[in-house]
């Protein structure tokens, strides 16, 4: 039998985890930038290490590539500097946006040669894993826009 008090407590349990706004930590915001700085290195410097599953189409992705992670760094740098939700949030439907094409432009060009081609296979898989959970993360991140900051719904 289904109680349903319980069930009303785990509906409204669900809609505050759902709106809850997560508190800022400017260090999380530090340590990605600084992430991305090293990334933005290392790919920039892919093609100069000759490594062996890298194809010369590399240079394909690499504007998009660069595009995404300092898109991402000025991001981070929005966030210490402007720390409220609603920016946040825009921000990150932005960032995934940028995310899936970057996921979409590394499986359309596909720039690595692996020996085997089961590795082809699992990261042409992953990246699909990865786009179709950016459209989701995308969609949640719209929900909650529209429910927190347009309807004004909060937890």
Known sequence: MIDLEDSQKNK??????????????????????????????IVNNLLNWNLSFIAPS??????ILNVSIVANIVANIGFIVYQKGWFKTLVQIVLNIIGFIVANTLYTVFPFTFQTIAFAYILKFILIIGMVALVIATLVEVVRFILIYILKINS
Request: hydrophobic share 55%; glycine share 0%; aromatic share 22%.
């Open 58 to 63: 590399f240079t394909e992705v690499l504007f």
């Open 12 to 41: 409204w349990s669900f809609k505050n985890t759902f709106l809850k706004e997560k508190e800022f930590k400017t260090s999380e915001f530090v340590v990605a930038i600084i992430a991305n700085i090293i990334v933005l290195y």
